[in-house]
């Protein structure tokens, strides 16, 4: 079946500094969307993105989709103590509902 | 005020029995879904559902079981079958054609 995994598995930084998690598909995705999950909480949707080699942004948060469909990534520039989370990419593949969920990538940011 | 309820936020059960876990939602979405949620493995999807009275079964559907008999509700049952039953149990819901989910808060059940 479909994979979808994360790298890396857990990062830490100091406020301020750059961080960015990666994203793989086993197969071609039709659209891949991002959470973000607070300590304690629920996912909350950050971001969809359909088209090859899309780039959006949100902020200090950029958000790419590989030319080939199958991977993605989220950069955050400047990192806050808001940004702690575990951030998840989930690939969608035809145009129905089902989302395969990455392992997640789980940030601390240290003052 | 819209959005999707789970309840209860703690769920304790003796091992062996079954257990249903309740979730309720009011954004008028088609399409719902139960996840698990174990440490370091992220979402894996049991069931969704995209219309009433129909559901499919997700990557670990075994030893679970649901019912939609109303567009509003989508329970979970966890039975006896479930050999490590133990874990985070997310809802959510959508509307149909591959957009965002919005998630309830979770049941964390604990099987002792």
């Known amino acids: 079946g479909q994979q979808v995994m994360q790298i890396p598995q857990y990062q830490h930084v100091q406020e301020g500094e750059d961080f960015t998690t990666y994203c793989n598909s086993s197969?071609?995705?039709?659209?891949i969307q991002w959470y973000k999950q607070r300590p304690g909480g629920h996912p909350v949707f950050l971001i969809q993105?359909?088209?090859?080699?899309e780039v959006k942004k949100q902020k200090r948060l950029t958000f790419q989709f590989g030319e080939a469909k199958k991977n993605s990534s989220l950069h955050i520039t400047a990192t806050q103590t808001t940004d702690v989370g575990t951030y998840f990419c989930?690939?969608?593949?035809?145009?129905?509902?089902?989302?395969?969920f990455g392992t997640g990538t789980q940030l601390k940011v240290e003052l | 005020d819209g959005g999707i309820t789970q309840s209860p936020k703690y769920l304790f059960r003796k091992e062996g029995q079954n257990v249903t876990l309740s979730c309720e939602q009011n954004l008028n979405h088609d399409a719902m879904y139960w996840y698990r949620q174990d440490p370091g493995q992220g979402l894996r999807l049991i069931y969704y559902s995209q219309i009433v009275n129909d559901f499919q079964k997700g990557d670990i559907a075994e030893g679970y079981s649901v019912s939609r008999e109303k567009k509003e509700s989508f329970p979970l049952t966890v039975t006896s079958a479930q050999k490590n039953p133990t874990a985070f149990y997310l809802c959510?819901?959508?509307?149909?054609?591959?957009?965002?989910?919005?998630f309830g808060p979770g049941t964390r059940l604990t099987v002792l």
């Open positions: 197969t071609t995705l039709s659209n």
């Open positions: 993105l359909v088209k090859s080699g």
């Open positions: 959510a819901s959508s509307i149909i054609g591959g957009n965002e989910q919005f």
């Open positions: 989930a690939g969608g593949t035809g145009g129905g509902n089902k989302l395969t």
